[in-house]
């Protein structure tokens, strides 16, 4: 049987960035994610051209290997980086990833270089299908480092792979299609500050329309500390409704992308830019008329502003110092995350410190925990709702509870991977007969049985 698919892309330059560096392209058969680098030598050149030279693939390639298609395709896109380098020497370090599928009605063919990635998501398990070329993956591969400490390690984002004009040996490969599958690319925006259980559940969510969505306004909760991008297939039997590819993030144009003016996150990214320090202004000549002064008055004048000067320094030392200070606490503010507990025993996420200053609080909630009757977690803005509920010390083994009041604050994603591994041990659900829902002791909650009421 021939398969169709479905498709959705959507790009957010995030919170932090002054301009979107990622192109994505989706299509009928075909899907890409290139992530530029190089920040002032255009990134968002090399990744638009990156796109450019492969979004002619997107047709059914019958019985042609899909696999040198793409790789095809690819080379001639690093051929034009070069020649753009070589124009336009200032754009020297310019580069990027890619992520790519092409798809035939039965198979993928995949061509990966970079840390941008593919999932693949069958039967609600998310599987990572490429591998980052990365220093700490190299370091993983080794068995140097933990997978669990890739993420705080200093040199995470060190690439060992990119199109950057030089010749460049891609990952290739291929994988059967089945109806049902979803397919996520997306760039480090997504994957790096939001954990790989909360994109599981995200992308199972409603349409791939809505699924996409959610994962972008997930990373920009989380901070938005890069631009994020998500290019998103939906393998169907029946075929999908007709519309445009969708071409996203610097493909984009001069089209202006939203800047969330009002989330807390926006204002939280903007204490950690470098202040901009405003020079004093110069003085006044004097006037005229202390020219008409006697010889003792024009003595006295250079000490007098000699003296003024001083004061004026000391002044803006002392400012500065004070409101470095207050910045200081802001950003710590607006960036600790700590995991409490509230008068339910409802486990949540508050972004602050656990203190108060004249009766006022320091910190608030920032996330509810969420867990449904399948073990998942999700960390919403919003109270639970739906299939999810609070996640509870109750929902814990005995064993596991003494474990929340250990979870270490700092960076959100750090929070959210503590409070992942605890949920990992969440007991299951309580299994109540359908002929028996009022007799309690059916449960298996029973006496020397442990279960989560549901």
């Known amino acids: 049987m021939t398969l169709k698919l479905n498709f959705f892309a959507k790009s957010d330059r995030g919170l932090i960035r002054g301009n979107n560096e990622d192109s994505g392209y989706a299509g009928s058969h075909l899907l890409i994610l290139a992530d530029g680098m190089g920040g002032h030598a255009a990134g968002e050149v090399a990744s638009q051209l990156m796109v450019n030279h492969l979004e002619i ?11 040198t298609l793409l790789a095809a395709a690819a080379d001639d896109a690093n051929e034009a980086i070069s020649e753009h380098v070589t124009a336009h020497p200032e754009t020297e370090g310019m ?31 998310l599987e990572q299908i490429t591998k980052d070329d990365t220093y700490v993956q190299s ?13 705080s390690h200093p040199q995470k984002s060190l690439i060992l792979k990119a199109y950057t004009g030089r010749a ?40 791939i329309e809505q699924a996409g969505s959610t994962l972008v306004d997930l990373a920009i909760r989380s901070g938005g500390p890069d631009n994020v991008t998500v290019v998103i297939g939906e393998v169907t039997e029946e075929k999908p409704a007709t519309h445009e590819p969708f071409r996203v993030g610097a493909l984009a144009g001069s089209v202006e992308e939203p800047t ?6 926006s204002r939280a990214a903007k204490l950690t830019r470098k202040p901009q320090v405003i020079p004093p202004a110069v003085m006044a000549d004097e006037d005229n008329a202390a020219k008409d ?32 200070a207050g910045l200081w606490v802001k950003n710590f503010l607006s960036n600790n995350y700590y995991a409490e507990t509230n008068d339910a025993q409802e486990i949540t996420i508050l972004k602050g410190a ?10 608030s909630t920032h996330q509810y925990v969420c867990i449904n009757d399948k073990n998942s977690l999700l960390f919403s803005a919003q109270k639970c709702k739906g299939d999810f509920t609070p996640l509870k010390v109750s929902d814990l083994p005995e064993s596991e509870r003494g474990a929340v009041n250990h979870i270490s604050a700092g960076d959100l994603s750090k929070v959210q991977d503590q409070i992942n591994d605890l949920g990992e041990k969440a007991l299951k659900p309580c299994i109540t007969a359908p002929s028996q829902k009022d007799n309690k002791d059916t449960k298996e909650n029973k006496p020397g049985v442990t279960c989560r009421e549901v």
């Open 168 to 207: 460049v040996e891609p990952t290739l490969f291929t994988f059967e299609a089945k109806a049902g599958d979803r397919i996520l690319l997306c760039s480090d925006g997504l994957s790096d500050p939001v954990t790989a259980s909360t994109i599981e559940t995200a992308l199972g969510q409603g349409s």
């Open 260 to 265: 969330h003016p009002d989330s807390s996150a």
């Open 57 to 67: 693939l997107d047709q059914d390639p019958g019985k042609e290997d899909t696999e």
């Open 95 to 125: 580069g990027t990833t890619l992520s790519t599928m092409l798809f035939n009605g039965t198979t993928f063919g995949v061509c990966h270089v970079g840390d941008s990635r593919a999932y693949l998501l069958r039967d609600g398990k």
């Open 293 to 324: 002064s006697d010889e003792e008055e024009a003595e006295d004048e250079p000490s007098r502003r000699k003296i003024g000067w001083k004061v004026l320094i000391a002044l803006i030392i002392i400012l500065a110092l004070v409101i470095g």
């Open 139 to 151: 370091l993983v591969d080794k068995g140097e480092l933990a997978a669990e400490d890739v993420s």
């Open 354 to 363: 656990d203190y108060s200053v004249f009766g006022k609080d320091l910190s």
